[in-house]
């Protein structure tokens, strides 16, 4: 459990996120989640094979198009595509999967801790929520000064 929390720890400060599964419907959590990245100061690059857009941004079909090497693939997709994923991932450069739950898959898991990544397996909504409110405030991270909450979900929200 101890190791869980670190990796939560070192990975909810790295500023790169990709989130396969990004979507542009509002009820989706792959909307929620990218939008809350966003809103929190990432560079958070969206990840989807049938968009163009998401919420207005370059929607990208692979993570093998992204600009750049995302630190973390969030991962928001059903469990039968985790598998490739997580070998796009390795490819791309990342250095950690974050399953969502119900995204989790034992054997896309065992593929990624074989070849060195981290893995990760718990809410991004809830561990944002947890964190201390001055992040936001004092992240230079974010090209959206506008930000955006989805939803009134209690699971996304930063006040205590």
């Not at 390795?90 to 999967?97: F, L």
Request: glycine share 4%.
């Amino acid at each position: 459990m101890q190791e869980t929390e670190a990796l939560v720890r070192k990975y909810v400060e790295e500023p790169v996120w990709a989130v396969v599964g990004a979507s542009n419907d509002r009820a989706k959590y792959g909307n929620r989640i990218y939008l809350k990245l966003k809103q929190a100061g990432y560079r958070v690059y969206p990840v989807n094979r049938r968009e163009q857009k998401i919420e207005g941004e370059i929607a990208y079909a692979s993570l093998l198009d992204l600009p750049e090497p995302p630190t973390v693939v969030n991962m928001v997709v059903p469990p039968h595509e985790a598998p490739a994923v997580v070998q796009q991932a390795e490819v791309a450069g990342a250095q950690a999967i974050w399953f969502q739950p119900g995204a989790e898959n034992a054997e896309a898991v065992q593929w990624a801790l074989e070849r060195g990544l981290d893995v990760v397996e718990s809410c991004i909504l809830v561990q944002l929520a947890l964190r201390p409110p001055s992040f936001e405030a004092t992240s230079s991270l974010s090209s959206d000064p506008s930000p955006r909450d989805p939803s009134p979900d209690p699971a996304t929200s930063t006040r205590q």
